[in-house]
Each structure stands twice: as structure tokens, then as C-alpha cells.
Nanobody, 113 residues
């Protein structure tokens, strides 16, 4: 059974930083790309960062490029999202996703101004 569990969300002030983690079980990170998807209140889910199975390639949405960094520890089946210079528009529920088939429960990030 595949399980993805996010952690690390919380309340942070504008300009602050957070690091999200996603612990996976029942799947092998070094076989598939992994994605962070977020859903802001009243908006659709949007992919914001992805990393290839071997970590050799990354993708960032323009809204987070230069501020967020995705990384993975494949030996421990853990995905990370380092978020710096946070803005109020980064407020959302953040999901760890594998193949857009397996989703974690999400972790709330709230950026206060």
C-alpha cells in the first residue's frame, strides 16, 4: 500500500522560510518523478515543483522559481521542499504526489503579512 505523508507546514510571516518533508512507503522514489502540488483557497491544484527519478532534473513553476528548492533523499524515500522568501500568495495546502496517482494528505502553509 502506497502512503505519502507530508509534514513541516505551519504559520510563517512574509519573507520567512519553511521546509516541507514527504515520507513515502510502499513505493520507490528512485523509479518515478515526484511532484509538489499546492491548492490555494478557492483555486485549483497546481504543480509547483518536480524532480526526476534520479534527481538530475527539476522543474519549477514561475511563481516559485528562485525561492523554492525541491530535493529528494531516495535512500530514505523522502522528498523535500525548501521554501524561502515566502509570500502571502504561497498560502495553500501542499501535497506530495507520485505519478499524479498517489497523493499525500497535504500540509497547510499559511503566510501572514
Amino acid at each position: 500500500q502506497v502512503q505519502l505523508v507530508e509534514s513541516g507546514g505551519g504559520l510563517v510571516q512574509v519573507g520567512g522560510s519553511l521546509t516541507l518533508s514527504c515520507a513515502g512507503s510502499g513505493l520507490t522514489f528512485n523509479m518515478y518523478a515526484m511532484t509538489w502540488v499546492r491548492q490555494a483557497p478557492g483555486k485549483e491544484r497546481e504543480p509547483i515543483a518536480a524532480i526526476s527519478w534520479n534527481g538530475g532534473a527539476t522543474y519549477y513553476d514561475a511563481s516559485v522559481e528562485g525561492r523554492f528548492t525541491i530535493s529528494s533523499d531516495n535512500a530514505n524515500n523522502t522528498l523535500y521542499l525548501q521554501m524561502n522568501s515566502l509570500k502571502p500568495e504561497d498560502t495553500a495546502v501542499y501535497y506530495c504526489v507520485s505519478r499524479f496517482r498517489y497523493w499525500g494528505q497535504g500540509t497547510q502553509v499559511t503566510v501572514s503579512s
